[in-house]
């Protein structure tokens, strides 16, 4: 039966791999969580996620769609050239992809093979960082975690192939880069570790908000502490990201709406 206000997908389940639907479900999930948690911007914004065994394949979501109603079936397949390998019947709305979306993920995508998933965001808080000359401070726990952030500095709206080589300079290879003027980039090795990256990444760029509207001088740290802190977070010293949490967060959306796994 047709629910109002959800649109009738078809099922993408038999014209996809097990592997790619379960890439699928975890995705789909990944972007109902940055809407629940307060770091979407309508259908703005993109989330990609690798497809397992399919080098230089990726789904991303269609373009007009709101995070919060993502499923597994619209999400779109394609390949780094930009092409459509896959994609629902979507009626008359016809979606396609974002071409921001395309150029930045394409470009992590081929470059970085290893990541599994890239997010990324205009939160208010990230936003207001990117703005801020002296960037993200290391004065929380959390921000610490990001003591060693990349930076990207603002040429327009990411619509040229050009700004391809720049972006992958300043991410390195690290987990998150901050875009100048404009928002926040976070990889990582799974949907849920990319996820957790940018959970505390929100964290950080809030804290940081909060502690200097308060107009007092903010309390230093020192730089030894800072290292020793930020190598306790790193993938070589402790488990990965996502690993405990995922699970969890996927039972708390399956209590709030299954619909993300149709």
Not at 195 to 207: I, K, V, Y
Request: with cysteine; charged share 20%.
């Amino acid at each position: 039966m047709h629910k109002p206000g959800v649109l009738t997908i078809p099922s993408m389940k038999d014209r996809c791999s097990e592997a790619e639907w379960q890439a699928r479900i975890d995705l789909a999930a990944c972007y109902r969580l940055v809407d629940l948690f307060g770091m979407s911007d309508m259908m703005a914004n993109h989330i990609s996620s690798h497809v397992p065994g399919e080098p230089g394949a990726f789904l991303i979501n269609p373009y007009g769609m709101m995070y919060e109603e993502i499923t597994a079936s619209c999400l779109i397949k394609v390949n780094l050239a930009g092409e459509i390998l896959s994609k629902p019947d979507f009626g008359d709305l016809n979606y396609g992809i974002n071409k921001a979306g395309y150029v930045i993920h394409s470009a992590v995508h081929a470059a970085r093979p290893e990541v599994a998933c890239v997010i990324h965001t205009h939160s208010w808080a990230s936003m207001a960082v990117s703005a801020l000359d002296c960037g993200l401070l290391p004065i929380t726990q959390t921000a610490m975690r990001f003591l060693k952030v990349g930076y990207h500095d603002y040429q327009g709206v990411v619509l040229d192939t050009a700004e391809q080589e720049s972006l992958l300079r300043d991410l390195g290879d690290k987990e998150a880069v901050i875009f100048r003027n404009h928002g926040a980039m976070v990889v990582g090795r799974s949907v849920g570790e990319a996820f957790n990256w940018t959970h505390r990444l929100e964290l950080a760029c809030r804290s940081q908000i909060g502690a200097m509207s308060c107009n007092t001088p903010l309390r230093p740290v020192p730089p030894e502490v800072l290292e020793e802190t930020w190598n306790n977070y790193q993938p070589g010293t402790r488990r990965p990201y996502g690993l405990m949490e995922w699970p969890a967060l996927l039972r708390k959306l399956d209590r709030m709406d299954p619909g993300f796994r149709d």
